[in-house]
């Protein structure tokens, strides 16, 4: 197994361009850093650096090494910083906001997993554009947003954005419909319900709304939109009733196997194609140098990632 002081002898010398300069680097006497260096070697099978008389430099298996290495040494900086942070920063107050979905699924898992950390959360929910203007403005710490592929969200310079979850877009039919069939939709066969009548958000510059709608005006088709609404399960309720066809995220349904019915009388279809999902975003404003969300967003980020993965 690797030692990570190896990891930063092999660093310090890549620095400094001799094991001199890494030991006065590291201020560690130059036989210790030829010691984890060899022990380096023996795991690798093969010298990790080379020495001439102008010093020394990594070889091609040791400059490898160190660009693995790298995400390593980082991780475990990025570790213990979090770690002693958590440990001063005592009891700590979160504006965090969220769009309706993602609340009733995964806030109150969320507003648990923190709280054990010292983190309270003071919670607002909206829809995504109001959401980033308030963390624009400062108002929120961090919010929880979505965006699908090609339709990227105004976010300032500021923020740290991190995709957090790919929620996958399901085609809602009603039972008795000839494509409710078990198993994913193609696009081609997603693009015959030209005809029919679909139920759109209530704005009308939804992201998901968007994607559906293009790809069909591309194919030189455009859409009855016969309702408008946010709410998911007015949405299913009229699928079951056949009154409309839409397009409805995962995670507002449930964990499902394709076809299964977890609305009586709505069949759900994955579309087998990887722009129809949308991405789930935490963006908090950045600090420092490399504009890194502060340690009690990164305690969020895995705590809404941990909900994600419990819905599964």
């Known amino acids: 197994m690797i030692d990570l002081r190896q990891l930063q002898a092999l660093r310090a010398v890549h620095a400094e361009g001799s094991v001199t300069g890494a030991a006065r680097r590291l201020a560690w006497s130059q036989p210790t850093v030829d010691y984890h260096l060899k022990n380096l070697d023996r795991l690798v099978g093969s010298p990790v650096i080379q020495r001439s008389a102008r010093g020394s430099s990594l070889t091609p298996v040791g400059v490898l090494l160190l660009d693995r290495g790298e995400e390593i040494l980082s991780l475990t900086d990025r570790a213990l910083r979090d770690a002693r942070d958590l440990t001063h920063m005592g009891r700590v107050r979160l504006r965090f906001g969220t769009f309706p979905t993602a609340a009733a699924r995964l806030l109150p898992s969320i507003v648990s997993q923190v709280d054990e950390l010292g983190i309270e959360v003071d919670a ?66 997603l693009l015959s319900l030209h005809d029919e009548r679909w139920l759109f958000g209530a704005t009308g510059e939804d992201p998901m709304d968007t994607i559906v709608i293009d790809a069909f005006r591309e194919a030189g088709h455009s859409l009855d939109v016969s309702i408008r609404s946010d709410d998911f399960q007015v949405l299913l309720g009229m699928v079951a009733a056949r009154m409309i066809v839409g397009m409805v995220p995962k995670l507002a349904v449930g964990s499902s196997h394709s076809g299964v019915q977890l609305h009586p009388g709505v069949v759900l279809r994955p579309v087998a194609h990887p722009d129809f999902a949308r991405s789930l975003l935490l963006a908090a404003p950045g600090e420092g140098a490399r504009r890194q969300p502060s340690t009690a967003v990164r305690q969020l980020a895995v705590a809404i990632r941990d909900s994600l993965a419990a819905l599964d």
């Open 124 to 189: 607002v929910l909206a829809e995504v554009a109001p959401l980033i203007d308030q963390v624009h403005h400062g108002t929120l710490d961090a919010v929880l947003v979505y965006s699908v592929p090609g339709y990227d969200l105004p976010f300032r310079n500021h923020l740290a954005v991190t995709e957090v979850h790919r929620d996958p877009l399901m085609l809602a039919l009603p039972a008795g419909h000839p494509l409710a069939v078990p198993g994913p939709i193609d696009v081609p066969t």
